[in-house]
């Protein structure tokens, strides 16, 4: 039987790494563009590293995302080569301009011109919906109003794609996902911070409490872009990738520091020392994404409780946090 092949770009990130494990596992044949400089980078892949077929090339770079694509051949492209930190966004907006939003159009144009049969499944972000004034569930339809240069970036991916899709015939799928925890890696996201620190006996510092978001377990986060990927229904749809489920920033250090026995101090209200500043005015105080769409088209549905989430990920570090 013929391979699938799929590209992947973000191979090394924390949601493309474990999408690129979950591909090998289920046999498909999996080419990763990484840039020529990465290589240090590749330690969340070192297990699979020998399955996979890794390809140079920069996404800011037209010639070298077309040779991947020529090379490749996909069936599918998988497309979550990005800068995601939205914080140092303010402090390098032309950095995401030029990976996010030209890189994006780089892909875009690379697929119709040497795989216009590929399926493009693109990564958005719930950033995009930036600040609203409804305090329920947002669904695809909500206007859009990102709030930082990595949303903006994002969002230029996100309507570049459904452009190219009425224009040039693009088979796409683009997913907005929620914010995702599960990091094994990097302890540098609101979750894996707070539990990294508690479990270090620190204090920690929750800058914005009354922010609420979604969080999603990384492995429903897999399970979603596969999902679109065997889907036919969620071609030529944009959807929201979430759990729906609303938390604020204090509800989740109070669980997590419930689950570990947390007896240091929770100072609400204050960032980390040295933690990049995102402008309050662009802060969005509620982010929470409308489900209802992606179940219906594609069966997907999310699995993992937040609290089962947690236990996951405080069970991980205290095996593995540095001594």
């Known amino acids: 039987m013929e391979l699938t092949n799929v590209l992947l770009t973000g191979i090394t990130g924390f949601v493309g790494s474990e999408l690129a494990h979950k591909l090998i596992d289920l046999g498909y044949n999996v080419y990763g563009l990484v840039r020529p400089d990465s290589h240090h980078e590749l330690n969340s892949i070192t297990d699979i590293v020998e399955k996979v077929r890794l390809l140079e090339g920069d996404l800011a ?51 119709i011109e040497t795989a216009p049969q590929a399926r493009l499944i693109i990564s958005s972000t719930a950033e995009v919906y930036g600040w609203q004034d409804t305090k329920s569930p947002l669904s695809e339809g909500t206007s859009l109003h990102p709030m930082s240069p990595y949303a903006v970036s994002k969002l230029f991916a996100d309507c570049y794609a459904q452009m190219a899709g009425k224009a ?120 929470v994404l409308d489900n209802k769409r992606i179940c219906a088209l594609t069966g997907w549905k999310p699995r993992i409780t937040l609290d089962q989430g947690l236990k996951m990920i405080v069970e991980h570090w205290r095996k593995n946090l540095p001594r």
């Open 168 to 287: 040039y015939g693009l088979r796409y799928t683009v997913l907005r996902p929620s914010n995702s925890y599960g990091r094994k890696l990097n302890t540098s996201y609101i979750v894996e911070y707070l539990v990294t620190a508690m479990l270090s006996g620190h204090d920690v510092f929750v800058g914005a409490p009354d922010s609420v978001r979604d969080y999603m377990h990384i492995s429903d986060h897999v399970e979603g872009f596969l999902a679109a990927m065997k889907s036919d229904k969620a071609e030529g749809q944009v959807l929201n990738l979430s759990t729906s489920v609303a938390t604020s920033n204090r509800s989740l250090a109070e669980r997590i520091a419930e689950l570990i026995g947390f007896d240091g101090q929770i100072k609400y209200g204050v960032y980390p020392p040295s933690y990049p500043r995102r402008p309050v005015s662009a802060d969005p105080i509620y982010l």
């Open 61 to 111: 770079d037209y010639h070298s995302v077309l040779s991947a694509t020529k090379t490749a051949k996909p069936d599918f492209v998988l497309h979550l080569g990005a800068i995601t930190p939205v914080r140092l966004s303010f402090e390098r907006p032309f950095s995401y301009i030029e990976t996010n939003a030209r890189g994006s159009a780089n892909v875009i144009h690379a697929v």
